[in-house]
């Protein structure tokens, strides 16, 4: 009402503002009264309001007992969790699996260098990490034998004859590449070697005893590995192994780097002699040789004729190449690129011409532990020339290379055939860094090897040795091409959806964004270069990588190129962040290679290494390691950061005297590798770059502890405690709402305590329908799974209202039926409609806008606004009257204060007339 601005009257001595307020409080009964009866309803609609809460938290503990994760929550247990455990998702069926782990996933280490000091000058000259570019790359027995793999199993050696013989069984049950097999076999006894002769396996015994090689136990993996032939003279030459077949994958050619197929283009383009010319449209869905071969064989010529025979694809007879045979005449067969595909042909290895009917591709499979010459230097190759190497005793051989030498294990063959045919003292061997060749002289004493020459250039051997061995440099080995998945980069860990921004030398800024529509290098490149800024983008130099290229003038190029990421990691997995090292030149470049090299000199210590390695975000961790006393007591150990055999990483190191500085393999880094089944010879290998397999069964994820030669069972199950857990969530919920309508809805006569809405008509409405749910019986045809009622799997009223639960009766219910409780609650099908269906509808109807929570809420609001504009008019007419009792005492104040005028003055004048 506010507050009065009278006091004490000066003449009256009346306190005014007390006397009005009294006044007014006897005349604002009614607006007390009014008061009252809003806090009253505000109770009432906060109640109300507390039911609707609560009956949404049933709604939800019903919405749970739907969810794939209440009834249809699937459990793992492993027989042996020390060795591996296992979770499973709803994805997941029932049933047992048996693993052998047979190896865990380890993480590439080594040790580097060393030194007296930590802080002594290391005298280097180069030094390199490098992810890839390994010319002796592991072969995989599942893309032997075009693709049909090795049969895994136990091999029966016999070395000798007669009474001497001596037989070793070899295990090769576990093995995953043909270097297991190497290993094992050799392993076997000390006169065997296992020489690796371009696509077969060759068994020597350094005694000449003869060798026989079988299988045991039924299996085919003698025959499988070559190994078939006869021994006798004391070699065994296996049959080629390493072979193209129908189904062999696509992504096995050309090492690893596959064949660029382009949607919705014709790939590339076949003139047959009579003139015909067939565009070839590869499917987007290939993924093996023979995918290729059929597309060729049914391919339709642009008059729209059928191929019917005039030009077949097969793999040639030596099983390393694509050939196509041209039955349509006299002339020349051509293949060629297309305007949307530069590289298809080429990747299958038929670009080009030949003379003949029979035009035989390029070989496009190395063979074992071997790469491609092609893909040397880059992508460049090795070239034709001549190369003159002076031995230490002075003779000098000119050596040569042709066309029909095509990987690098057949360059070290043939230059080591020149060499033994010439009597030079050298011979050609990996060298130590394992990316490329090396010199080595036999001669003991003389002079110091020496190469030149054009080959020796390409080869990277050109020079002169201070002792007997050239250390050849890398020969840049391309393992990234246009034609790969963007899946397979960064290790083998795939690029990440997300957004990098390009800004070019100009200033000008575009987002590249990589989504799933992005899936090759050639189609990143396309993206990269459609978004119009002065930068191209191509596989570097190096053939390990994207590079960009400032193609602004010098003119307009006033900063330096930059990629910053947005969103995702995609820039960081492509190698792509940073800032180019110059706005305009040959510095003009963002190079995304796995190949670091770092800025080193001969004053580069090992601490100042160390430093360089962690600040350049390569993935390999450094650290100093003291080892002991001496020249050698400091080491630099190194680790991947990668798990499995992606994180496998080459070190490169010449000193200023051009010797190589070797590092120490201390872990191999391996995948995990795991049998599924309890045969390690007829079950599936699976393998993982971590002790983690996820998914290759579906809904199960694996997690491996320790290797075990024992099968461990992994049997999955439903699992009856999410299911009994949804159940009581909804009771529980429900427990809630009744305990609640009880409350507000009682009287307790000792006190005279009433509840907040004592007779309300939407709560004894409410509780009515639940309570009468909860009891409803579904008879035929409304009985589901044969149940009639809750009561059925031990939910039943209680005491008070509330739900109660026959814990075993439950318990049994959902072991003997999971399948029907679930149905009894979320069944929705005609006339078969579960509890938690109809309570779904129930509490919607009550909990909805227009439902009876909501206008029994807005019922409330409306006698609220209602009373409180009962008060409004009240205040407004007592702030009318305070107003006229203000002016009243106002005005007798005044009256007083004439009076006392007066009276001053009549005894005035009364005191002067005295």
Known sequence: MGSFTTGIGLFSGFDSASLIEQILLGESRGRLRLQGQIASLQTRQSSMLEINARLLGLQSAIASLGSSTSFGAMIASSSDVDVLSASASTDALAGDWTFIVESLASRHQSLFGGASSQDVALGLESFSIEFGGDVRPDALLSNLNGGTGVERGRLEVTI????????????????????????????????????????????????????????????????????????????????PIATIGRDTPLDALNDGTGVLIREGTPDFRMRLADGRVFDVDLPDEADTVGDVLDAINAAIDLDGAANDGAVVARIASDGL??????????????????????SAAADLGILGTSDASTHSGLRILAGLESVLRANLNGGDGVVDGEMQVTDATGLQTTFSLDDSVETFSQMLDHLNAQAESAGSSVRFESNEAGNGLRIVDTASGGGAVSASGSLSVSLGLDGAASGSIIEGDSLQHRYVDESMSLAMLNGGRGVGFGTFTIRDATGLVADVEVGSGIQTVADLIDLIESRGLAVSARINDRGDGLLLESTAAESASSVSMRVQSTTGSTAMDLRLEGEAAASYGSDAIIDGGWERVFDVDASTTLRQLRDMITDSGIGVSASLLNVGEGDDAWRLSLSSDRMGAAGRFTTDARTVEGDFVSSETLVHGGDARVVLGDDPTQGVVLTSSSNTILNAIDGLSIDLHEVSTSPVTVSISRDPGSGRDAVRGFVDAYNQVSDLLRSVDSYDAETGTRGALLGDPTVAR????????????????????GFQGLWEIGIGIGSGGRLEIDEERLTEALATDPDGVEALFNRDEGMQRGYAVRFDELLESFTDENGAIGIADERFKNQIELASSRIGRIDFRLEARRMVLIERFAAMERALATLQSQNAALLSFQSSTI
């Open 160 to 239: 000798g004859t007669g009474a001497d013989a001596q037989t070793r069984i070899v295990d090769c049950t576990d093995c995953t590449t043909i270097r297991d097999v190497i290993e094992r076999l050799e392993a076997a006894d000390a006169s065997l070697r296992v020489d690796i002769d371009d696509a077969s396996l060759r068994l020597r015994t350094t005694d000449g005893r003869a060798i026989a090689v079988a299988d045991i136990d039924g299996t085919g993996t003698a025959a499988d590995l070559g190994l078939g032939a006869d021994g006798s003279t004391g070699t065994l030459q296996g049959d």
């Open 321 to 342: 190449r694509i050939e196509l045979i041209d039955s349509s005449g006299d002339g020349s067969l051509s293949v060629s690129s297309t305007a949307g595909n530069a």
């Open 766 to 785: 409410v509780s009515r329908a639940m309570s009468s749910l909860v009891l409803q019986r579904l008879d035929d045809p409304e009985s589901i799974a």
